[in-house]
């Protein structure tokens, strides 16, 4: 079953504004993590949020994990140009090891 | 050093072509995954090698064939694909295979073209 289901699927904001991205999934997990992809480029591990933390920041970055409505959000504070890419969701099982990414949510800056 | 190096970046091949794409880390990792991605789509996760041995095969083709020569390095071989094997694949690494905490640092891509 698809695990990671993101919203919205795209996201247009100005620079200096805050941008939220929600992630949700199905399946029992370990932990869940966000992850950065520019354009035709690799993708970079943001944050990893493990399934007893509720909160945890990094930066600009604050994410927070709602285990009993299977859910999660990425807010990116004050953002700027430099952040426009894609975002993904990730989630690692219980009893399998394999990391199932959501769909994304594409998320441009404008300055 | 913290990445993964891919070649080649980009790839023209046709469909009776057999050719290589290849991703290398030095980090010590021993965990090292494919993954293939569409336009606008996420990552799908084609194979995972755990201590050089194929560990997870998700139902790829066999026209897909993965080779893990040692811990530092990863092949994916490629013979008679078809034009909608055309695709970013992507290489990642992680410390170990199943783990709490492990994350996934991911090589740039070979821009795949299926002629």
């Known amino acids: 079953s698809q695990q990671g289901e993101e919203d919205p699927q795209a996201l247009s904001i100005q620079e200096g504004e805050n941008a939220t991205m929600n992630c949700s999934y199905k399946?029992?997990?370990?932990?869940l993590q966000w992850y950065r992809q520019n354009s035709g480029r690799g993708l970079v591990h943001l944050i990893l949020?493990?399934?007893?933390?509720r909160e945890k920041h990094s930066g600009r970055l604050r994410v927070t994990l709602d285990t009993s409505k299977k859910s999660s959000s990425l807010l990116i504070t004050a953002s700027r140009a430099a952040d426009t890419a894609s975002y993904f969701c990730?989630?690692?099982?219980?009893?399998?090891?394999?990391?199932?990414f959501g769909q994304g949510t594409i998320l441009t800056v404008h300055p | 050093d913290t990445e993964v190096t891919q070649t080649p970046k980009h790839l023209v091949m046709g469909m009776t072509n057999k050719k290589s794409l290849k991703c290398e880390q030095h980090?010590?990792?021993?965990?090292m995954y494919w993954y293939k991605q569409k336009a606008k789509k996420p990552p799908e996760l084609m194979f995972v090698?755990?201590?050089?041995?194929?560990?997870i095969n998700e139902s790829v083709p066999s026209r897909f064939s993965p080779e893990c020569p040692n811990s530092s390095l990863l092949n994916l071989h490629l013979h008679a694909l078809q034009p909608e094997d055309s695709a970013l694949y992507l290489c990642?690494?992680?410390?170990?295979?199943?783990?709490?905490?492990?994350?996934?640092?991911f090589g740039s891509g070979t821009q795949l073209s299926v002629l």
């Open positions: 990730a989630t690692r099982g219980t009893s399998y090891g394999k990391l199932t």
């Open positions: 399946t029992s997990i370990n932990n």
């Open positions: 949020i493990r399934s007893n933390e």
């Open positions: 980090m010590g990792h021993r965990a």
């Open positions: 090698y755990s201590y050089e041995k194929l560990s």
């Open positions: 990642a690494s992680s410390l170990i295979l199943v783990a709490t905490n492990e994350k996934l640092f």
